[in-house]
């Protein structure tokens, strides 16, 4: 998703400051009338204090469980020194989580690329902590880095694949100050299940682009036990399956939505948490008003084992429970 948010003046001149200022540790940032506006400047008290003293006396007071922030920090001591980083918690409000995941992007480019080494994710107090930033350095520490050639060459198979596949990217605006990019071919997709052509359409989103994709698959599920083992038990997916079925003597073919996000260790699918949930009701909103795909049943899950065939029959057919009529008591003596 992206916004049409821009960086304010004040936001750009205080930005410079604290590049050309070693005494400036932090930016904090936030988005006020449609602008991305500062927040408030994290002035170290000693040029000699450590990261994690300044985290703790900075910015520590300033992270509240209910208000998304933008949180530019000093954390590297050659350039580029800059790290961003996007808190939005669970309690902050459903629009201002869409604006800021939206915006965090432009943020980034509109302040220079080249300033930050990395980006964080952050939902939590606990993650902006001394032994939060620990623990985010850890995990970062167990993808081995890609080489220069290795970052060129896979940009150029990727530009290879986009480009030998003819798939084009189409904004889709939701409101007047959020789009989402879509490819044409996801699109396309769901018009097929809302047409009937298509049982099953799997999408993703690119961590790089932000673009919602199409996953490719050739399968045709019949039942859910077929559908569970095409969804990745790894990564995060939206998955439409038009699931053909008989209860009770009569046939049906409800168009279901699932959301799965694997918190399986050792994969990457914990860094798109927050992205995912963020653009799932954009997704559907996409899905109706671009394709006219109705969704009977929605399931959001984080395991894909979690879904049975059971378990959606279910939902799809809840059980009536019968009451026994009433029965009027015998008058006495009758």
Do not use: W
């Amino acid at each position: 998703m992206q916004s049409g948010i821009a960086a304010s003046a004040e936001l750009v001149s205080q930005f410079n400051t604290l590049l050309s200022s070693p005494a400036e540790f932090g930016l904090l940032v936030t988005i006020a009338n449609e602008q991305l506006t500062p927040l408030r400047q994290l002035t170290s008290p000693s040029p000699s204090a450590s990261f994690s003293s300044n985290v703790s006396s900075l910015l520590t007071p300033h992270v509240k469980p209910n208000e998304a922030l933008y949180i530019i920090l000093r954390r590297h001591a050659s350039t580029p020194a800059l790290a961003v980083v996007t808190y939005v918690p669970d309690a902050a409000p459903v629009r201002q989580k869409m604006l800021f995941a939206a915006t965090r992007l432009t943020l980034v480019r509109e302040l220079g690329s080249e300033h930050f080494r990395e980006t964080i994710f952050a939902t939590t107090a606990a993650e902006l902590s001394p032994s939060g930033f620990e623990k985010h350095d850890a995990h970062a520490a167990q993808d081995a880095p890609l080489t220069e050639e290795e970052r060129t060459l896979g940009e150029v198979k990727r530009a290879e694949q986009e480009a030998g596949s003819g798939t084009g990217t189409r904004e889709i605006h939701l409101s007047k100050s959020l789009s989402m990019p879509v490819a044409e071919n996801a699109i396309a997709g769901l018009k097929g299940l809302a047409s009937g052509s298509e049982k099953l359409v799997m999408l993703r989103i690119n961590p790089d682009t932000e673009v919602v994709e199409l996953v490719p698959s050739g399968a045709q599920p019949g039942s859910i036990t077929e559908l569970v083992g095409e969804i990745s038990a790894t990564e995060p997916r939206f998955t439409f399956f038009r699931f053909e079925h008989e209860h009770g003597g009569v046939e049906s073919a409800p168009v279901l939505f699932f959301y799965t996000c694997p918190t399986t260790p050792g994969t990457k699918s914990i860094k798109y948490r927050m992205m995912y949930p963020l653009m799932k009701r954009a997704v559907l909103e996409v899905a109706s008003r671009e394709a006219g795909l109705e969704v009977e049943k929605k399931f959001e899950v984080e395991e894909v084992d979690e879904i049975t065939e059971r378990g959606v029959l279910e939902d799809l057919h809840p059980k009536v429970e019968k009451k026994a009529a009433f029965s009027r008591p015998k008058r006495p003596g009758r």
